[in-house]
């Protein structure tokens, strides 16, 4: 059977589900007027992050690949950057790289400009401009395999291993077959089952794919070692132990569950955006919700879907989120925060395959327009860009 | 009749997790597989909805087995029953205690 869903083509072919004037700041000390501005217009999204300066120079870079590929997001009709104007991100490839989408983008500059208030007052006429401009855009018939689907879990418990992970994984199996691309991440969460994700790696285990597999786990859980001392607090999370796991090796061969049983086309590494990616990919990223939310953004990803035990509310400003959960107990105490109840498999109500339907099902309404309970009430500050060096 | 249910993830698992709430020692676990075969345990400890119990007696040092693959390894010895968790299993994986750290 064939499904489709209603999108705003942009103009360099991604299909986006929601139509947003994205507010990027190009570095931490921008963020303050990047968020005046979207508060004061319609239709408006922001990014407050906490990096782009003083930073080692492989970090600036990722950085600015990672807002560039957000500003590249589909779910943006028209991009705002607000830079201060002395920060060490690459704001001029920033601007540049963003506008070879052919989405009107313009940028301010705090310091040139005199100032917060006249940054805030002239970066609202122009935000206010762009709001306008593609506020007209029409929704258009477009086939399910435009879709870019993120995954990921959070506040899991052993519930996510047994049922909403398994959710996911039917939903990532039910698209990777209609030709869309599906992208999974939290590559500490893969220490203790990578043997399983790299088996199914296109080319084999001992392919470059399946090697590479091998290769960002031991770099996490390395810088995860090199501070000398047991990962767990840190990961398992104290709520994940008090939620009944005992270790990573468990927290991840449940988490894995929701990558599906499709082959894994590829690695993409953490500011890359996944243009012209189809399948099953991986991108390598930590499971922190702030972290991974702005890379599978920054994929390129129109929504996410996220299972959880313990109840995790978050969203993302241009990424609608979708959230299932595992565990009865929670989706009893969390229902406001919840779009789905996948405790219904624990109880032995339904499979899994029937409530991989329904998701399905809420997929596509999502598509379409229909909020996600995170999207309805903004909850969206969980915003961040993965850097591996310190702070200088 | 058993009052617990609890679910063992593949055939040649040594634990099982626990979906009851409000599960204390004594009473009888209905472990049932995806394959729907069924045998029943006796509870030796509490156990909280979500956590794990053992399903044989495991050494310490043996191999703790969930979804056919190991998660950690016994930190004592566990009979068959016993609640499993944290205070009788240890990860094996991002130990940096262990290899000492370089930073």
Known sequence: MGYTFNGYRRPDGQVGIRNYVGIIPSVTCASDVASAICRQVQGCVTFPHHQGCCQMPPDLERVTDTLISLGKSPNLGAVLIVSLGCEGTDVERLYKEVSATGKHVEIIRIQELGGVSNAIQKGTDIARNMAIEISGLQREETDISEVVMSIKCGASDTTSGIASNCVIGYVADKLVDLGATVIFGETTEFIGGEHLLARRAVGGENGPVGQKIYQIVNEMEGRAKAIGCDMRKGQPTPGNIAGGLSSIEEKSLGAIMKSGSRPIQGVLEYPQHAAGCKGLWIKDTPGREPEI?????????????FSTGRGAPQGFPCMPVIKICGNPNTYERMKNDMDLNAGVIIEGKNSINEVGEAAFAKMLRVLNGEMTRNEAIQYFTSIDIHCLGPVI | MAEVFALKAIDHDNVATVFTNDVKAGMIANVADKKG????????????????????????????IKYGEAIGAASKDIAAGDYVHIHNMDSQRGRGDLEGGTV
Do not use: N, R
Request: charged fraction near 20%.
């Open chain 1, 293 to 305: 939310l702005t890379g599978m953004a920054a994929t390129g990803a129109q929504f996410m879907i």
């Open chain 2, 37 to 64: 075969h069924h045998f029943e345990i006796q509870l030796l400890s509490d156990v909280p909805y979500g956590h794990k119990i053992a399903l044989c007696d495991i050494k310490k040092g043996e191999e703790i």
